[in-house]
């Protein structure tokens, strides 16, 4: 029996992690696509949209507050996943909502620390455009740290909902910390060709941060109650990891102009 409840844990660790993978890309592209939407309704602005970034021909002052729309966008995602995991039942629906929803979190907060100390960044440049000075930048840096690690701690009761008969930190650390930090080199492929920063320190940061605000709100930490039945075969995950990445290669790899 001690076996059996190893195994199932190992099956449910490894799916997590791939899990984490989809979910990431999943998040990331929703990024891309609300960073090049509001462009494109600019005349004069021409957006293209890649894999794994975007860029655009002309000019307009507004396209630098546009470019705080992906992080707004996957924000709003995270909070609507939340809101869906109470009428999802167990299973594989509910544990990609729940990467889903951490994907959007730490894929959206991050980036407003650094928009406050890198001006070049994408929310940076909306601060900028916002008229917002250091002091400002400052606090609201500030909030998103503080909202990182209240996001953490429910993160980390919805993870134990999956084995709520672990200690918590130790389940914690198995069914979300090193899955999203083991995630990280199973998401490169989807990222090449770019530079060091976009391939390889976006999910470095993003992931890591959330990996530390979750395992951190594991302390004390009680399942959060709701339907949490065993995720389906990681096989259906593995196809759609498949799927995204040929998606990615052949088809946005080399450019969709919008509108």
């Known amino acids: 029996m001690i076996q059996t409840f190893a195994a199932s844990r190992m099956r449910l660790f490894l799916h997590s992690t791939l899990l984490a993978v989809?979910?990431?890309?999943?998040?990331?592209?929703?990024?891309?696509?609300?960073?090049?939407?509001?462009?494109?309704?600019?005349?004069?602005?021409?957006?293209?949209l890649f894999h794994?970034?975007?860029?655009?021909?002309?000019?307009?002052?507004?396209?630098?507050?546009?470019?705080?729309?992906?992080?707004l966008a996957i924000l709003i995602a995270a909070l609507a996943s939340l809101a869906l995991l109470r009428r999802?039942?167990?299973?594989?629906?509910?544990?990609?909502?729940?990467?889903?929803?951490?994907?959007?979190?730490?894929?959206?907060?991050p980036q407003v620390v650094i928009g406050a100390l890198?001006?070049?960044?994408?929310?940076?440049?909306?601060?900028?455009?916002?008229?917002?000075?250091?002091?400002?930048?400052?606090?609201?840096?500030?909030?998103?740290?503080?909202?990182?690690?209240?996001?953490g701690r429910m993160l980390a009761r919805l993870f134990?909902?999956?084995?709520?008969?672990?200690?918590?930190?130790?389940?914690?650390?198995?069914?979300a910390t090193l899955p999203a930090l083991l995630a990280i080199p199973l998401i490169l492929p989807f990222r090449v060709p770019g530079s060091l920063d976009q391939v390889v320190l976006v999910p470095v940061i993003m992931q890591g941060a959330g990996a530390l605000f979750?395992?951190?709100?594991?302390?004390?930490?009680?399942?959060?109650?709701?339907?949490?039945?065993?995720?389906?075969?990681?096989?259906w995950t593995l196809a759609a990891l498949a799927l995204v990445l040929g998606v990615f290669h052949l088809v946005l790899r080399p450019g969709i102009n919008v509108f």
């Open 22 to 48: 989809l979910a990431f890309n999943l998040v990331f592209f929703l990024q891309e696509v609300f960073l090049v939407l509001p462009k494109a309704l600019v005349p004069g602005l021409n957006p293209t």
């Open 52 to 71: 794994n970034n975007h860029n655009w021909s002309g000019s307009d002052p507004i396209a630098e507050l546009l470019q705080g729309t992906g992080a």
């Open 88 to 109: 999802v039942g167990g299973g594989t629906a509910r544990l990609l909502l729940l990467w889903i929803a951490f994907s959007g979190f730490y894929q959206a907060l």
């Open 118 to 151: 890198v001006p070049m960044n994408d929310v940076g440049r909306a601060m900028t455009w916002l008229g917002l000075g250091s002091e400002a930048k400052g606090v609201a840096a500030l909030f998103a740290v503080l909202v990182m690690m209240l996001v």
């Open 160 to 175: 134990l909902g999956f084995a709520p008969d672990g200690k918590p930190g130790r389940t914690v650390l198995l069914l």
């Open 214 to 235: 979750v395992q951190l709100g594991a302390m004390r930490a009680q399942p959060a109650p709701g339907p949490q039945g065993p995720p389906s075969p990681a096989i």
